[in-house]
T-cell receptor, first 115, second 115 residues
Framework: DVKVTQSSRYLVKRTGEKVFLECVQD?????MFWYRQDPGLGLRLIYF???????EKGDIPEGYSVSREKKERFSLILESASTNQTSMYLC??????????????FGPGTRLTVT | AQSVTQLGSHVSVSEGALVLLRCNYS??????LFWYVQYPNQGLQLLLK??????LVKGINGFEAEFKKSETSFHLTKPSAHMSDAAEYFC?????????????FGEGTQLTVNP
């Protein structure tokens, strides 16, 4: 079974803190994604990566950065956390689209609260 | 650009009744279509997917969906609802031309199953 793990299920941080969210997948997937999920807004893509050290902006990259130093690990960084970044953060991974089987596999999520 | 519309942010059914969750998509090229389920405080789990071939797709937990190109729809059905089906359901679309590995998600439909 594909397994995508996230470093924390629940996290509470203060405004202005630097926050790291980590995601690890064990299926040798090329793609990795970070989403945030808010009520009524569905899933919104923050960043994704299709290879080590490669990254692409998603729909809402402002206030976030990412790092992918190893194929299995994708980190989301909030340089200076703000209250409007309180949300559920979901990591996902998939094979590249030309394999045909490019469905995304999700981690359990990290519920981040910024106070 | 692709888009997904899920009609009805909340759907309520009785246990044993038909479940019908609606999804319409917009895509200028042949789409890949997905349904995901999210149980409380968990990540998303793939229910089923349409890539090519048979338009009626069967998934896990007794769910199925039919791809109707003429109606640009991919509605999710289950003949008889069970209490354990209560969750949020997301429809998603991708295509190999404009989005590659990226999925565009609908805003989700919360399914309530009443005893």
């Amino acid at each position: 079974d594909v397994k995508v793990t996230q470093s924390s299920r629940y996290l509470v941080k203060r405004t202005g803190e630097k926050v790291f969210l980590e995601c690890v997948q064990d299926m040798d997937h090329e793609n990795m994604f970070w989403y945030r999920q808010d009520p009524g807004l569905g899933l919104r893509l923050i960043y994704f990566s299709y290879d080590v050290k490669m990254k692409e902006k998603g729909d809402i990259p402002e206030g976030y950065s990412v790092s992918r130093e190893k194929k299995e690990r994708f980190s989301l960084i909030l340089e200076s956390a703000s209250t409007n970044q309180t949300s559920m953060y979901l990591c996902a991974s998939s094979f590249l689209f030309w394999t045909g089987d490019h469905e995304q596999y999700f981690g359990p999520g990290t519920r981040l609260t910024v106070t | 650009a692709q888009s997904v519309t899920q009609l009805g942010s909340h759907v309520s059914v009785s246990e044993g009744a038909l479940v019908l969750l609606r999804c319409n998509y917009s895509s200028s090229v042949p789409p890949y279509l997905f349904w995901y389920v999210q149980y409380p405080n968990q990540g998303l789990q793939l229910l089923l997917k349409y890539t090519t071939g048979a338009t009626l797709v069967k998934g896990i937990n007794g769910f199925e969906a039919e791809f109707k190109k003429s109606e640009t729809s991919f509605h999710l059905t289950k003949p008889s609802a069970h209490m354990s089906d209560a969750a949020e359901y997301f429809c998603a679309v991708s295509d190999l031309v404009t989005s590659g590995s990226r999925l565009t998600f609908g805003e989700g439909t919360q399914l309530t199953v009443n005893p």
